[in-house]
C-alpha cells in the first residue's frame, strides 16, 4: 500500500513538472522499498532514472560526508563538543573564526549571514578560502542559527588540514569505504558523467551540468567542498542510512543529536532539521532528523523507529525554480511513511 502511494506521488510530481525524474528509497522494519521514476530530461528518448543514476546531492554533503566525519572524530576522542576551530585549523590571523565552537559551525550558529555568493568575486579555491575566514560575522558566535555554507567550508578545511590530506580522499577513507558506498564520489570521472543526472543550463559553460557540480562556490573550490559537491546514488545512500541507524545509540552519536536549537523556523540539531516545517509535515515534527539539497534532494532517518526515507530529484532541470513543489512532494513522501509506521512506535523521540 505504501508503495503504491509513493509511486502515485512520484508519477503526478513528474506529470506537474516538478522534476524530470525521481529516486525515493523507504527502509523501516516492515518496508524495503526502492523506486525510480521519470528520466533524466524531459525529453521522452532520454535516459531513465535508474539504480545506477549519479544524483547531485547539494547540501547533503554537509551531513553525509562533513558531520559524518566529525562525528567518527569525537567517537576516537580527537574532538569533543567544546573543541574550537582553531584547535584544528592555523587562522590565528582571524582570531574570531580560530575562537569558534566546532558545534557552532555544525548547527550553523557561527553567525555567518546565510548564503554568500563567492563566485561571483573569486576565481580559486584559495580565494574562496581566504574569504569564508575574512567573512563578518553578522552576530555573536553561539546566537541565533542562520543555514550557511561558510561554516561547512571552515570545517571541511579543518579536516584537510587535520588529516594532511584532500577532502575527497578523507571522505573516501573514513566514510564511503568503510559503509560500501562504491559509486559516492566528488567530481565524477568521465565514464561515469553519462549516469549522472543533469541539474541546470550553465551559463559560463554553455552547457546543463552533467556531472559537474551544480554549486557555484564549489565549482570554483575544485568541486570539492565541505557543504556541497558529493555525487551518490540510491543504493549508496541507503546504505548510509543503515549505518546511521546501526550507531545511533552510541553515546557521541546521541550527544551529535540531542543538543537542539529553535528559531522562527523550526528546530534544529547539529548539522540536521529535527523539524523544519517548510520541508517536513507535522506528523515528523517528533524524532526525525532531515536534511534537503538544493537541486531536489532529501534524506530523513529516524534513529529511534529505525526508519529512514531518501528522495532524490534535479528539479533545478533546466533552470530553477521556487522551491514550493519540491517542498510540498517532500512533506508528502515523508508524511506517507510515517503513517505507515505501526503503533510499535507511538511517540519516537529523537
Excluded at 549519479?54 to 551531513?63: H, M, R
Excluded at 543550463?201 to 559537491?229: C, F, K, M, P, Y
Amino acid at each position: 500500500m505504501l508503495k503504491n502511494a509513493l509511486t502515485t506521488a512520484l508519477c503526478l510530481a513528474c506529470q506537474n513538472r516538478v522534476a524530470p525524474g525521481f529516486a525515493c528509497a523507504v527502509l523501516t522494519p516492515e518496508y524495503d522499498i526502492q523506486l525510480f521514476h521519470g528520466r533524466h530530461t524531459y525529453h521522452p528518448l532520454s535516459a531513465s532514472i535508474a539504480a545506477n543514476s549519479l544524483w547531485d546531492i547539494a547540501s547533503l554533503t554537509k551531513v553525509i560526508g562533513t558531520l559524518y566525519c566529525y562525528q567518527g572524530l569525537a567517537e576516537t576522542g580527537v574532538i569533543n563538543l567544546e573543541t574550537r576551530l582553531g584547535d584544528l585549523l592555523n587562522c590565528d590571523r582571524f582570531p574570531d573564526k580560530s575562537a569558534l565552537l566546532l558545534t557552532d559551525l555544525l548547527a550553523h550558529r557561527a553567525g555567518f549571514s546565510g548564503a554568500i555568493d563567492y563566485f561571483k568575486t573569486k576565481t580559486s579555491k584559495e580565494a574562496i578560502e581566504d574569504a569564508v575566514l575574512r567573512t563578518f560575522l553578522k552576530g555573536p558566535a553561539g546566537g541565533v542559527r542562520t543555514y550557511d555554507d561558510a561554516s561547512y567550508i571552515l570545517l571541511g578545511q579543518a579536516l584537510e588540514q587535520l588529516f594532511e590530506k584532500d577532502l575527497a580522499s578523507i571522505f573516501k577513507e573514513h566514510v564511503f569505504t568503510s559503509l560500501g558506498m562504491k559509486d559516492t564520489q566528488f567530481n565524477p570521472v568521465v565514464e561515469d558523467r553519462k549516469m549522472a543526472v543533469p541539474t541546470e543550463w550553465v551559463q559560463s559553460l554553455s552547457t546543463v551540468a552533467q556531472g559537474i557540480v551544480h554549486d557555484e562556490n564549489t565549482r570554483i573550490l575544485g568541486g570539492v567542498a565541505g557543504h556541497a559537491g558529493l555525487f551518490s546514488t540510491l543504493p549508496d545512500l541507503r546504505l548510509f542510512c543503515q549505518a546511521y541507524m546501526d550507531h545511533s545509540s552510541s553515546k557521541h552519536a546521541l550527544d551529535f543529536r540531542t543538543h537542539h536549537y529553535k528559531d522562527s523556523t523550526g528546530t534544529y540539531t547539529l548539522g540536521w532539521d529535527v523539524f523544519n516545517p517548510r520541508t517536513m509535515p507535522v506528523s515528523a515534527s517528533e524524532g526525525w532528523l532531515s536534511h534537503t539539497g538544493f537541486t531536489g534532494t532529501m534524506l530523513s532517518v529516524s534513529p529511534t523507529c529505525r526508519a529512514a526515507v531518501i528522495l532524490l530529484s534535479n528539479r533545478v532541470y533546466p533552470q530553477r525554480t521556487k522551491n514550493n513543489e519540491i517542498n510540498a512532494l517532500r512533506r508528502e513522501v515523508l508524511d506517507l511513511v510515517i503513517d505507515s509506521l505501526t503503533s510499535t512506535y507511538p511517540s519516537p523521540h529523537v
